[in-house]
T-cell receptor, first 113, second 115 residues
Framework: AQSVTQPDIHITVSEGASLELRCNYS??????LFWYVQSPGQGLQLLLK??????LVQGIKGFEAEFKRSQSSFNLRKPSVHWSDAAEYFC???????????FGSGTRLLVRP | GAVVSQHPSWVICKSGTSVKIECRSL??????MFWYRQFPKQSLMLMAT?????????EQGVEKDKFLINHASLTLSTLTVTSAHPEDSSFYIC???????????FGPGTRLLVL
């Protein structure tokens, strides 16, 4: 079955520390992949996306993600976390021509001062 | 670019009334929009796909007579929650597909509270 998995429900990091949020997908081909961020009570903001080509993609706010076909993963990284990065992060994938997105369950990021 | 707005941002209504939520793509034309529902501390649940000029496609388990969707123009889709009940209270989010970028952009959401 097609699915997106974010294995970490919560992650806590200290401000200034590096961050990696995990995302795995289950699909027979390479999907279109996205990372979105949601602040409390807000909609979702696109951080970055991968369709094809260079497997390391750069996004907004200093985030990057790396697509690894062999691991069916698309992990999000940031070298130095800021307190304002505390939010909910969603990985999503488009796996067919319907344009629907399949979302992971989200990872809540907490930042320690 | 690629801005999506929603109106209202929050609404409180009495049980039995109907509520309309608007979703607009402000700087691009969207032939396809999506409506999601999000429960507290949970992920987004797709309710329906709204296609301009045609009937919406509802996900399994979503009552089409309860959640009426109209996509009358390339920049506007509306979701009407008919005869709302307390269990319909939720956070509703729309998105619009920007066709040149093959990307969904999301509105800020509408919080509905039915008393």
């Amino acid at each position: 079955a097609q699915s997106v998995t974010q294995p970490d429900i919560h992650i806590t990091v200290s401000e200034g520390a590096s961050l990696e949020l995990r995302c795995n997908y289950s699909y027979g081909a390479t999907p279109y992949l996205f990372w979105y961020v949601q602040s409390p009570g807000q909609g979702l903001q696109l951080l970055l996306k991968y369709f094809s080509g260079d497997t390391l993609v750069q996004g907004i706010k200093g985030f990057e993600a790396e697509f690894k076909r062999s691991q069916s993963s698309f992990n999000l990284r940031k070298p130095s976390v800021h307190w304002s990065d505390a939010a909910e992060y969603f990985c999503a994938a488009r796996m067919d021509s319907s344009y629907k997105l399949i979302f992971g369950s989200g990872t809540r990021l907490l930042v320690r001062p | 670019g690629a801005v999506v707005s929603q109106h209202p941002s929050w609404v409180i209504c009495k049980s039995g009334t109907s509520v309309k939520i608007e979703c607009r793509s402000l700087d691009f034309q969207a032939t396809t929009m999506f409506w999601y529902r999000q429960f507290p501390k949970q992920s987004l649940m797709l309710m329906a796909t709204s296609n301009e000029g045609s009937k919406a496609t509802y996900e399994q388990g979503v009552e089409k007579d309860k959640f009426l969707i109209n996509h009358a123009s390339l920049t506007l889709s509306t979701l009407t929650v008919t005869s709302a009940h307390p269990e319909d209270s939720s956070f509703y989010i729309c998105s619009a597909r920007e066709p040149t970028q093959e990307t969904q952009y999301f509105g800020p959401g509408t919080r509905l509270l039915v008393l």
